[in-house]
């Protein structure tokens, strides 16, 4: 799953140097998208986990009702 373009690492009339720079620029720019799409999971899994934890409380209380642990 590469978000690597057709594109060519060589410029014409550019030198080695900044074609390799080039390259640099553009394997830097995929890891700040990926860093991007990973914190997006971090974000969207402390969600789910703290909703899990509301229905885990949630159900805890239920539990604790039916069997007559806890008044309403």
Known sequence: MSDERD??????????GATSEVGDLRARAASLSELERLRATATSLRELSTGLNEMV???????????GRLED
Request: no cysteine; aromatic share 0%; hydrophobic share 30%.
């Open 7 to 16: 594109e060519p690492d060589e410029v014409e009339g550019v030198d080695g």
């Open 57 to 67: 409380e949630t159900l805890t209380r239920i539990i604790a009702r039916d069997e």
